[in-house]
């Protein structure tokens, strides 16, 4: 049982938007901010957003974060068939004194 | 450019010892949070330990705390983990990374993201 709750998997065709979502607790997402990433098979995650809906230099401005109260969401929009991937959020936990990640959404793209 | 090299990975019997390094260049190493994150095969990523810039504060996951720990060298560029009494469920690809955000109060430190990750080393532990 993951601290931060992602479901296993979410689909979508090119061009849709996809939302996946992270739920959590008030001694993590509901404390701190939250970080998402991607991770293409074979290769290391890629960092896509930090502190809850900052993209690094180089994330398209088709993949957006937010987060509200004890969850936080990742949207990815006009979908592409690179899109899929793993993808996992994060964040520290207060009571649990570490770092946690979710269990990971596997998106397929249609 | 950010680059974060791992080594030290191997097939190592349970109750063994491995020592992982990573070499980081293109930034200025001794300014920042370093952390090591794990991934067994086919299963999540687990934060297992981080360390402060000049080594003040140090972290580590329950499964690996008093087992492993973690060090650093920033005049070597470099950042290491030592692993004693490996088990089996210790198997996983190591990779180090550069945190992006941390805040520190009471001493204690929350990390936020890892912006630049290396291409991870293979510990395997069994007999």
């Known amino acids: 049982q993951s601290v931060l709750t992602q479901p296993p998997s979410a689909s979508g065709t090119p061009g849709q938007t996809v939302t996946i979502s992270c739920s959590g607790s008030?001694?993590?997402?509901?404390?701190?901010?939250v970080s998402w990433y991607q991770q293409l098979p074979g290769t290391a995650p890629k960092l896509l957003i930090y502190?809850?809906?900052q993209r690094p230099s180089g994330v398209p401005d088709r993949f957006s974060g937010s987060k509200s109260g004890t969850s936080a969401s990742l949207a990815i929009s006009g979908l592409q068939s690179e899109d899929e991937a793993d993808y996992y959020c994060?964040?520290?936990?207060?009571?649990?004194?570490?770092?946690?990640f979710g269990g990971g959404t596997k998106l397929t793209v249609l | 450019q950010v680059q974060l090299v791992e080594s030290g990975g191997g097939l190592v019997k349970p109750g063994g010892s491995l020592r992982l390094s990573c070499a980081a260049s293109?930034?200025?190493?001794?300014?920042?949070?370093m952390t090591w994150i794990r991934q067994a095969p086919g299963k999540g990523l687990e934060s297992i330990s981080y360390?402060?810039?000049?080594?003040?504060?140090?972290n580590y996951a329950d499964s690996v705390k008093g087992r492993f720990t973690i060090s650093r060298d920033n005049a070597k560029n470099s950042l290491y983990l030592q692993m004693t009494s490996l088990r089996a469920e210790d198997t996983a690809l190591y990779y180090c990374?550069?945190?992006?955000?941390?805040?520190?109060?009471?001493?204690?430190?929350?990390?936020?993201?890892?912006?630049?990750w290396g291409h991870g080393t293979l510990v395997t532990v069994s007999s």
């Open positions: 990374a550069r945190a992006t955000t941390w805040t520190c109060n009471t001493g204690t430190c929350r990390l936020g993201g890892s912006d630049y």
């Open positions: 293109g930034f200025t190493f001794s300014d920042y949070f």
């Open positions: 360390i402060s810039s000049i080594s003040t504060y140090t």
């Open positions: 008030r001694s993590n997402i509901g404390s701190n901010t």
């Open positions: 502190t809850n809906n």
């Open positions: 994060a964040a520290w936990d207060d009571s649990l004194n570490g770092l946690f």
